[in-house]
């Protein structure tokens, strides 16, 4: 039987991944995968952020009958695809306009950060799939969406692969400053890593607590030391969470010391602390404190 497969994306930011291998199992079982089906027999809501996870219940209601799937970040536990769909290639072409390939080489994180949902809904950090497993050759771009990428074991063979295969690449979530030694940041320097929209080289690395600074400056000042320019880092604040506004500050002082470009990320998108939005506004301008 032929099932009619209905794919809904109720908030992502970028192609959705998850979709992508759904759409690519069922097509291989010769199903019909569509984003818009009057009476499906199956489908698939995913939804990202919490608050809109009453939407992707309200649009589960417009299907009576059909067998509803709702999974992602916002239900606020794990809920994984089948091994049999989650290790499948992406089925790319269901972003006509995508011009790369995306994927998780690693899950969890080796950090236990109070602010942060990965560990509750991905569990321990472990080695999840090879990259030439979401690889498509026909794409010379790569974004890696791994939590914590150098906190893997088999980093230098992944950077390997991605430089042996001419990539480029974004490390969309980040790396982890305070793992980058001698060794990981020469191999950092001979890989073509750009932004997310891969327009421009660009290296991310975030600093959330006041008392990480010395191994996270450390790590930065490694990447500089061995040819990186400054201006391709960026380091990501938290702000609003638990620092305060001179320690906030003090970060970005710190960073601008290096001539790197600090961007300021508020916690929960907190509105009570107009200072808080000040600041993000100045700092995520940079012209304005260039110039100041």
């Known amino acids: ?74 239900l606020g536990r794990p809920n994984f695809l089948p091994d049999e769909i989650e290790h499948s290639m992406p089925d790319y072409a269901l972003y006509p306009d995508l011009d790369h390939s995306m994927g998780f080489s690693t899950r969890g994180c080796i950090r236990n950060c109070p602010f942060c949902i990965v560990p509750e809904i991905e569990g321990r950090f472990r080695e999840h799939a090879p990259i030439n497993e979401f690889h498509n050759l026909s794409f010379d771009k790569l974004m890696l969406l791994d939590n914590n990428f150098l906190a893997s074991k088999l980093w230098r063979e992944k950077l390997e692969y991605i430089r042996d295969h001419g990539l480029k690449v974004s490390f969309n979530q980040g790396l982890d400053a305070r793992l980058v030694d001698d060794e990981k940041a020469s191999a950092l320097a001979d890989t073509q890593s750009y932004n997310s929209h891969f327009t421009s080289r660009k290296y991310y690395f975030a600093w959330d607590f006041i008392e990480n600074e010395k191994p996270i400056l450390r790590g930065i000042q490694k990447m500089i030391d061995v040819g990186i320019h400054p201006q391709r880092i960026m380091v990501y604040l938290l702000v609003g969470f638990n620092t305060s506004h001179r320690q906030d500050y003090h970060r970005f002082s710190k960073l601008r010391e290096l001539d790197v470009e600090p961007f300021v990320m508020i916690y929960n998108n907190r509105r009570d602390d107009p200072w808080i939005r000040y600041f993000a506004r100045w700092v995520n301008r940079p012209w304005f404190y260039k110039n100041f």
């Open 1 to 74: 039987m032929v099932l009619k497969v209905l794919l809904v994306d109720i908030d992502s930011k970028i192609p959705n991944l998850a979709l992508m291998k759904i759409s690519a199992y069922h097509k291989q079982a010769e199903d019909d995968v569509r984003w818009a089906w009057a009476t499906p027999d199956r489908v698939y809501i995913s939804c990202i952020f919490s608050e809109n996870l009453p939407n992707a219940r309200g649009v589960a209601k417009f299907y009576p009958d059909a067998d509803i799937r709702i999974g992602g970040p916002a």
